[in-house]
Nanobody, 116 residues
Framework: QVQVVESGGGLVQAGGSLRLSCAAS????????MNWYRQAPGKQRELVAF???????KYVDSVKGRFTISWGNAKNTVYLQMSSLKPEDTGVYYC??????????WGQGTQVTVSS
């Protein structure tokens, strides 16, 4: 079972920045894709960004140009750099790791609150 742990959430004013971290461990398989999702109160969870083992990235339109997903130097660690934050970015941010044997594992989530 892969363990996934997120960190870095918090309270920030609109226009500010936060960097979220996600670390996956406990697998003998390579991590194929790391995903960041978010869930706002009363809304469905949505995919915000993902990065493949080859470094390909994709973002939801609402965060393009403001968020950047990247691999960290530590094994199986990814970051989500969030800039120009808006109140509508508020929510619980979840990381999901997908291994090469197609096993998906979720973290517990980290709260991001953007005040206006």
């Amino acid at each position: 079972q892969v363990q996934v742990v997120e960190s870095g959430g918090g309270l920030v004013q609109a226009g500010g920045s936060l960097r979220l971290s996600c670390a996956a461990s406990g697998t003998i398989f390579r991590i194929d894709v790391m995903n960041w999702y978010r869930q706002a109160p009363g809304k469905q969870r949505e995919l915000v960004a993902f990065i493949t083992s080859g470094g390909n990235t994709k973002y939801v339109d609402s965060v393009k140009g403001r968020f950047t997903i990247s691999w960290g130097n530590a094994k199986n660690t990814v970051y989500l750099q969030m800039s120009s934050l808006k109140p509508e970015d508020t929510g619980v941010y979840y990381c999901k790791a997908v291994t090469t044997n197609s096993q998906s594992s979720w973290g517990q989530g980290t709260q991001v609150t953007v005040s206006s």
